[in-house]
């Protein structure tokens, strides 16, 4: 199973809002409504902050957004602020036994 | 509070053998399915193994696929990664993460993450 398609880097300023995109395939993202997006600041574990392609977990910011559209899935950050700078996987369920990451977008606050 | 510690990582030449636990409390461990997620310094993430909350169903990504294997102790509340036939592409820090209650896979706890280093 091959690793979801994400952009390596993104940049955008303070405010301003930013969309990652996750592309797979028809057995990954575009079978299940199961995408879910990390956040990981350098030295620090992953945080879910996006699960079943739209959902955010309890304390997470509303300035985060998922929506999925075929195969592929998106982050929305809105807002865009310093503390958001980090390192955003995806991931698909696959099947009951595999899932499948995305190889990681950095985001940069200039 | 949900809490996952994880421990056993070290350095081991090619070849060697290397057992991974992950201390959880905070929730009921028997309730829950259970990851591990590895990531080589400065890359992505790779799903390792999968296990039900029984642990009467397991998983392996096909790179560690009848070299690795997870199990499970409920009453202990500790979670296992057995490495045997270890490789230098296996250097990563592997994460023990908890998979949340929604359908689906959402790693909604982790823990800090075991060093693994395989080198002569």
């Known amino acids: 199973q091959s690793a979801l398609t994400q952009p390596a880097s993104m940049s955008a300023s303070p405010g301003q809002r930013i969309t990652i995109s996750c592309t797979g395939s028809?057995?990954?993202?575009?079978?299940?409504?199961?995408v879910s997006w990390y956040q990981q600041h350098p030295g620090r574990a992953p945080k879910l902050i996006i699960y079943?392609?739209?959902t955010r977990p309890s304390g997470i910011s509303d300035r985060f957004s998922g929506s999925k559209s075929g195969n592929t899935a998106s982050l929305t950050i809105s807002g865009l602020q310093a503390e958001d700078e980090a390192h955003y996987y995806c991931?698909?369920?696959?099947?009951?036994?595999?899932?499948?990451f995305g190889g990681g977008t950095k985001v940069a606050v200039l | 509070e949900v809490q996952l510690v994880e421990s056993g990582g070290d350095l081991v030449q090619p070849g060697g053998t290397l057992r991974l636990s992950c201390a959880a409390s905070?929730?009921?461990?028997?309730?829950?399915?259970m990851v591990w997620v590895r990531q080589v310094p400065g890359k992505g993430l790779e799903w390792v193994s999968r296990?039900?909350?029984?642990?009467?169903?397991?998983s392996h990504a096909g790179s560690v696929r009848g070299r690795f294997t997870v199990s499970r102790d409920n009453a202990g509340n500790s979670l296992y990664l057995q490495m045997n036939s270890l490789r230098a592409e296996d250097t990563a820090v592997y994460y023990c993460?908890?998979?949340?209650?929604?359908?689906?896979?959402?790693?909604?706890?982790w823990g800090q993450g075991t060093l693994v280093t395989v080198s002569s």
């Open positions: 993460a908890r998979d949340g209650p929604a359908t689906g896979v959402d790693l909604d706890h």
């Open positions: 905070g929730f009921t461990f028997s309730d829950y399915w």
């Open positions: 296990i039900n909350p029984a642990g009467s169903f397991i």
């Open positions: 028809s057995n990954d993202i575009g079978r299940y409504n199961f």
């Open positions: 079943g392609v739209s």
């Open positions: 991931s698909s369920y696959i099947t009951s036994d595999s899932v499948v």
